[in-house]
């Protein structure tokens, strides 16, 4: 009786853990109408194993077709326990392959702005550079511009010096005999020589301008270049800043990613013993479903069988009790009476 009643709760254990996971599968595949789904499949899933059990009380009294129907009906029914259970399971799987699509998508996300990140500073770096090479080209150029301007200087202060020369050869010797005729021959000269002085005066002015005006220019040309590498060094310390949060937030990511992998390490070592290759996404998923169709194939005709298994002890258990149960005085004095009188009979 013991062991009957334990079967008894094993296979309402079951057959309740089926109806769970059953409606709970049909739910998912019809999540538009939830509660009518959940009045149908557990009225259905109830009425399933009752089928069963009045079908095992009369199998012999029944008629034919309606046993007939009423098999079919256990079948069929355990065939919708049975998709349930393959849904419930299924959308369970699939949630985790989701969880864990959504991190590596993140992940991927995250280094493909790194990535741009990276490029970006590539480009800044350029930029860099040719403000770098432009700055020593222009300082070449600079230099060669000042150089020019400074030797027409020289040239003019050469031929000045020159000139100068000229008259002090006559101004210089100007005592003695003659001293007088010399120096107003060498102011002479040097009335002589004053447009071409004028001429050299304004070169010399023209240049000393001119180089002030390239100066004042490089000047202002180094102005604007020290604030383009200013705001180039900037976007690169900024990029470099936006590489280390995004790196930041991979570095949990991974963490979740190496979660996920632990949890479907099971059915990986599975996977991998059964086909003997590396298992990859498509061998998991295939891992998966036959994981999930043994799981099924046993749940809920293990469930119905065990619940005839229990109703059959019971039942022989009760017929035992009835069949040795002691007879009262009453029945005692009757069949003693119908003895005799059937050996009196008899003689």
């Given at each position: 009786?013991?062991?009957?009643?334990?079967?008894?709760?094993?296979?309402?254990?079951?057959?309740?853990?089926?109806?769970?996971?059953?409606?709970?599968?049909?739910?998912?595949i019809?999540?538009?109408?939830?509660?009518?789904?959940?009045?149908?499949?557990t009225?259905?899933?109830?009425?399933?194993?009752?089928?069963?059990?009045?079908?095992?009380?009369?199998?012999?009294?029944?008629?034919?077709?309606?046993?007939?129907?009423?098999s079919?009906?256990?079948?069929?029914?355990?065939?919708?326990?049975?998709?349930?259970?393959?849904?419930?399971?299924?959308?369970?799987?699939?949630?985790?392959?989701?969880?864990?699509?959504?991190?590596?998508?993140?992940i991927?996300?995250?280094?493909?702005?790194?990535?741009a990140?990276?490029k970006?500073?590539?480009?800044?770096?350029?930029?860099?550079?040719?403000?770098?090479?432009?700055?020593?080209?222009?300082?070449?150029?600079?230099?060669?511009?000042?150089?020019?301007?400074?030797?027409?200087?020289?040239?003019?202060?050469a031929?000045?010096?020159?000139?100068?020369?000229?008259?002090?050869?006559?101004?210089?010797?100007?005592?003695?005999?003659?001293g007088?005729?010399?120096?107003?021959?060498?102011?002479?000269?040097?009335?002589?020589?004053?447009?071409?002085?004028?001429?050299?005066?304004?070169?010399?002015?023209k240049?000393?301008?001119?180089?002030?005006?390239?100066?004042?220019?490089n000047?202002?040309?180094?102005?604007?270049l020290?604030?383009?590498?200013?705001?180039?060094?900037?976007?690169?310390?900024?990029?470099n800043?936006?590489?280390?949060?995004f790196?930041?937030?991979?570095?949990?990511?991974?963490?979740?990613?190496?979660?996920?992998?632990?949890?479907?390490?099971?059915?990986?070592?599975?996977?991998?013993?059964?086909?003997?290759?590396?298992?990859?996404?498509?061998?998991?998923?295939?891992?998966?479903?036959?994981?999930?169709?043994?799981?099924?194939?046993?749940?809920?005709p293990?469930?119905?069988?065990?619940?005839?298994?229990?109703?059959?002890?019971?039942?022989?258990?009760?017929?035992?009790?009835?069949?040795?149960?002691?007879?009262?005085?009453?029945?005692?004095?009757?069949?003693?009476?119908?003895?005799?009188?059937?050996?009196?009979?008899?003689?």
């Amino acid at each position: 009786m013991l062991f009957g009643l334990l079967v008894l709760f094993t296979a309402l254990t079951i057959s309740g853990v089926a109806i769970y996971y059953s409606v709970a599968g049909l739910v998912a595949i019809f999540a538009a109408a939830a509660v009518p789904i959940i009045i149908m499949g557990t009225s259905l899933e109830i009425g399933k194993l009752v089928t069963a059990l009045w079908l095992h009380r009369n199998w012999k009294r029944a008629k034919w077709w309606l046993k007939g129907y009423l098999s079919i009906a256990v079948l069929v029914l355990m065939f919708i326990t049975s998709m349930g259970i393959f849904g419930f399971l299924s959308k369970a799987h699939i949630e985790q392959n989701l969880a864990s699509d959504t991190v590596l998508q993140r992940i991927e996300i995250l280094e493909n702005k790194i990535v741009a990140e990276e490029k970006y500073i590539a480009r800044q770096t350029d930029s860099l550079d040719r403000i770098t090479n432009k700055d020593t080209t222009g300082n070449d150029r600079f230099n060669k511009d000042i150089d020019i301007e400074q030797k027409k200087i020289d040239d003019a202060y050469a031929r000045l010096e020159v000139l100068d020369q000229d008259v002090e050869a006559f101004t210089s010797n100007n005592k003695g005999w003659g001293g007088t005729s010399r120096v107003k021959q060498g102011l002479a000269l040097k009335e002589k020589q004053a447009p071409e002085r004028a001429i050299l005066f304004e070169q010399i002015e023209k240049a000393q301008n001119k180089i002030d005006e390239i100066r004042g220019k490089n000047d202002k040309s180094l102005d604007k270049l020290d604030g383009q590498i200013l705001v180039i060094e900037k976007n690169i310390f900024d990029a470099n800043g936006r590489i280390d949060g995004f790196v930041l937030e991979i570095e949990p990511l991974k963490g979740d990613v190496m979660k996920l992998e632990s949890e479907v390490g099971p059915i990986r070592y599975i996977a991998e013993f059964v086909y003997g290759e590396e298992a990859d996404r498509n061998l998991l998923e295939e891992a998966v479903r036959w994981v999930i169709v043994t799981i099924i194939f046993v749940f809920d005709p293990l469930a119905v069988l065990l619940l005839i298994a229990a109703n059959m002890s019971l039942k022989q258990k009760m017929d035992g009790k009835v069949k040795n149960k002691p007879k009262s005085p009453k029945y005692k004095t009757e069949y003693a009476t119908v003895e005799k009188e059937v050996e009196t009979n008899s003689k």
